[in-house]
DNA sequence: GTCTATAGCCAGATAGAC
DNA sequence: GTCTATCTGGCTATAGAC
């Protein structure tokens, strides 16, 4: 049943298939019953390996975030100029989201019932921050290369135009009448127009 | 106990604590019991109202749904050029989400656990389509007011950047660090920020 | 219309055989 | 380690008195 059947031990099929169901169906909406099915064995294994859902979902949850952490430090923290961050960043978060879609709304709405998880993976060394990003966005305003921005506000508009769509697929699906197809050719599109929208604006 | 006692009856009453508790535990996490707790009143009075869990959750939900209809259509079906429409949609948008903030996530949440909601929806006469603001960017790059864009994207980026930090709130407050009180600032900065984003881009 | 009490079900968790 | 069977609690929904 599993979707990802790769040979490995019990543990990591439960695992796989706690983070498909969890995914999609959030800590209030998943079974164990279905993660049960969807690993292949027997309920009383995810208690035996995890103790309780709650464990469980916490796994789930810290590994979809130690994912997501570094795709944000390719915009944080690398060397590169703004502009130059801004492509890759956009062309390299699409790419990656379109393989694991279910990911940023599931971090975003169980954080949004739980904020105390924040607090527990803040405190994990690889954690981005956003020091260095704001310094260089200052540093370029300076240098004449921006036109005058704040970093915080332009950091919130990257991530904003990148993730939003996959957070809210049905609804784009909805107001631009496509269906599962037209949105990952539009997907593809935003590979390269997010990045020039972003430029345009900021670049002097 | 219920946030707004506005001396109603007991079905708007009802309405009221359902839609406080449904868009902050949605339909999995909330309880009936919490709601008729809010509401002051007894559990069996929901079904007495409402039949069931799932039938009171879709009145919130419709309810829900037509207070953000009108506010897509401004950006929409307003008669003001590409411009105008942009500055008053940002500024106006974001007043009237910092009045319900949990809205936003409450509809994408639920349209993601169940997207046959949006074909109900999507019937009644409300609903808000595309076409006109497509011709219109259309016509304003062929002018040459706007740099070529497609109205498509231009859509998904004009709520992209108005709705996402409303979703996203939780994690925008833990990588920026700041509390309440600081993202309200944020947001208030925001109401002209997003805007002269926007058109920076956009216009030649 | 409003309440109390309870039916009936379902899900998480555990006991215990193998 | 893995299974079946079962306990226990909590939740939706209803019955029935007032």
């Given at each position: 049943m599993a979707k990802t059947n790769k040979n490995q031990d019990t543990e990591g099929q439960i695992l796989d298939a706690a983070k498909n169901v969890f995914q999609k169906k959030g800590m209030d909406g998943a079974r164990m019953q279905e993660i049960a099915d969807a690993a292949g064995i027997n309920k009383a294994m995810l208690h035996y390996y995890y103790r309780s859902k709650q464990l469980l979902f916490e796994a789930v949850f810290s590994n979809a975030f130690s994912l997501l952490a570094p795709q944000l430090n390719k915009i944080?923290?690398?060397?590169?100029?703004i502009e130059e961050k801004v492509k890759n960043f956009t062309s390299n978060y699409i790419s990656f989201i379109s393989k694991h879609p279910y990911l940023p709304n599931f971090i975003i709405q169980e954080l949004n019932r739980n904020p105390k998880f924040f607090e527990k993976i803040q405190k994990s060394a690889a954690f981005p921050t956003l020091e260095k990003f704001k310094n260089q966005v200052e540093e370029e305003v300076e240098k004449g290369i921006l036109k005058p921005i704040d970093g915080e506000q332009l950091f919130i508009n990257i991530i904003s135009l990148n993730i939003f769509p996959f957070v809210a697929t049905p609804l784009i699906k909805g107001f631009l009448k496509i269906d599962d197809k037209g949105f990952k050719q539009l997907m593809e599109r935003r590979k390269t127009e997010v990045a020039g929208f972003i430029i345009n604006s900021i670049k002097k």
């Open positions: 944080l923290n690398d060397d590169s100029s």
